[in-house]
């Protein structure tokens, strides 16, 4: 049974998340409102299911609606902001793209200069040149392929490569609702044969660790993964980073191998900061280079952070994915555009994401 302090603890949740966001802005004023992307496009996108792809229209929108409310800032000025011991709490905006799809050069940049806005574009290393398949990528494939198959075509194949499992949902647990996240997400259509939720579900939640088994699965099902990559070259190129950042855009780096940090040894986890920072900064020629954690930073220790920066003078801001949350001079929290949740505008995202305890200033913060 609910309790009447639950009760009036979700009362007050809804009414937070009403509160409009001209109140917020004047309660709870921010240094700067970052935002996080991946992909702008008006074509249909066969390599993500993992999140959902905006087109041009809404992204468009979305540009609007922050236009009419808030000033833009660039990285340049984020940095000195940050530096600065008086911070300014202008609710500035950052905008910033994470994963470096190809569409960044394409869509996102050209937008964006038509707009005069500026962008951090976070790129995974080792995708660079298109040289390999993102796991992300090779789930969103085998989906793809999966869900024009007969059903006793999949569970054959799954048998042959001991996925049987995953096309039986684990014992006890309820089998996965086609409007949950991910599967929410994927919009994989009223057809599906609910058979295969469990299946997808994996497919879209799958781990580092499983790579190499997607890897099988894909080629299985009779997708060669090299020829996809050269037809539709998903990533950005050495050439189109170079051209991004001559057109005045600032490139990050996204890791090399988009990995969980919190789940790899100490060492590792230095190493896919430090060499993608690097691998960006010889590409770009940018003195620094700012890094965005892949999927997010929460539980990575700041000092350890701090020291990397010290340590390693081209290691430029960090930024993160856990909304306004409050953090350290050299972490920059952004909040995901794509609509991830029921939240079908920028307005109620934005609402919702200063209704949160953690975007509230600490006292005795700057
Ligand atoms: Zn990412």
């Not at 009403?18 to 309660?27: F, G, Q, S």
């Not at 990285?75 to 470096?100: E, P």
């Not at 940090?261 to 620094?288: F, K, M, W, Y």
Request: glycine letters at 6%.
């Amino acid at each position: 049974m609910i309790s009447l302090a639950q009760s009036a603890h979700k009362f007050a949740r809804q009414i937070l998340h009403i509160a409009p966001v001209m109140l917020w802005r004047k309660l709870v004023p921010k240094t700067e409102l970052g935002f996080c992307y991946h992909i702008v496009s008006d074509c249909p996108v066969p390599h993500i299911k993992h999140y959902r792809v905006l087109n041009t229209a809404t992204f468009e929108s979305d540009l609007d609606y922050l236009h009419g409310r808030f000033e833009f800032i660039t990285y340049g000025q984020l940095v000195q902001r940050r530096a600065s011991t008086n911070r300014i709490r202008d609710n500035s905006v950052i905008l910033t793209f994470d994963d470096g799809f190809a569409e960044c050069a394409t869509v996102v940049a050209p937008l964006l200069r038509r707009h005069g806005l500026s962008c951090v574009f976070f790129v995974i290393t080792n995708l660079i040149d298109n040289q390999v398949i993102f796991r992300e990528s090779a789930a969103s494939l085998c989906i793809e392929a999966i869900v024009q198959m007969p059903f006793e075509q999949v569970e054959s194949i799954a048998a042959e490569l001991a996925l049987g499992t995953r096309l039986r949902p684990t014992p006890g647990a309820a089998l996965p609702e086609p409007t949950t996240l991910p599967l929410e997400v994927a919009d994989l259509g009223p057809e599906l044969d609910p058979r295969l939720l469990p299946l997808l579900h994996w497919l879209l939640q799958l781990s580092a660790s499983e790579e190499g088994l997607v890897g099988r699965l894909l080629a299985r099902l009779g997708v060669d993964s090299r020829s996809y990559l050269q037809k539709a070259q998903p990533y950005l190129t050495t050439e189109q980073i170079r051209q991004l950042h001559a057109d005045g855009f600032v490139i990050g780096a996204h890791s090399c191998s988009h990995r969980r940090l919190q789940d790899l040894p100490r060492a590792d986890a230095e190493h896919e900061i430090v060499e993608s920072c690097r691998i960006i900064r010889n590409i770009t020629g940018q003195t620094t280079v700012p890094f965005a954690f892949p999927y997010f930073g929460g539980g990575l220790d700041r000092s350890w952070l701090a020291q990397l920066r010290e340590q390693h003078d081209f290691i430029g801001l960090f930024f993160d994915t856990d909304g306004l949350r409050e953090d350290e001079p050299f972490v920059v929290q952004r909040i995901f555009g794509e609509r991830f949740s029921r939240d079908r505008t920028l307005d109620a995202i934005l609402r919702r994401a200063w209704a949160r305890r953690s975007a509230w200033p600490r006292r005795g913060r700057p």
